[in-house]
């Protein structure tokens, strides 16, 4: 059976992602004056991941800095949790192709799990 979040928990979801947006903006470059624009939040438990300036990023759900979870060269987007929230699923665009890759909650390298 699958769990939806309420209208509330999303507002107040939302409300947390602003709370960090000034802190990932300054993670990602210091240099970069620019404001960071976080977009396609998803929960497990106390973790957020959300993609901001084509990459993942992570945060506990009470605020923090956020940390970077891709690092490629791509432009990864629409995050979502496995179930057990072990892994995350996103869409990938690279060299052009969009596909769907996985990534462990901690990081580390992708995995291709389509082929366009």
């Not at 990932?24 to 901001?52: H, W």
């Not at 690279?94 to 580390?108: K, M, P, R």
């Amino acid at each position: 059976m699958k769990k939806f979040i309420s209208c509330t928990a999303f507002v107040i979801m939302l409300s947390l992602l602003g709370c960090f947006t000034n802190s990932s903006a300054r993670a990602q470059s210091q240099n970069d004056s620019a404001k960071t624009l976080c977009r396609y939040p998803t929960l497990y438990g106390n973790t957020i991941v959300f993609e901001s300036g084509g990459n993942l990023w992570k945060v506990a759900r009470d605020g923090g800095v956020a940390s970077r979870l891709t690092t490629d060269k791509g432009f990864d987007i629409m995050p979502r949790f496995s179930p057990n929230g072990k892994t995350i699923a996103f869409t990938g665009d690279y060299d052009g192709n969009v596909d769907v890759y996985t990534i462990s909650a901690e990081g580390g390298p992708v995995t291709r799990l389509t082929f366009h």
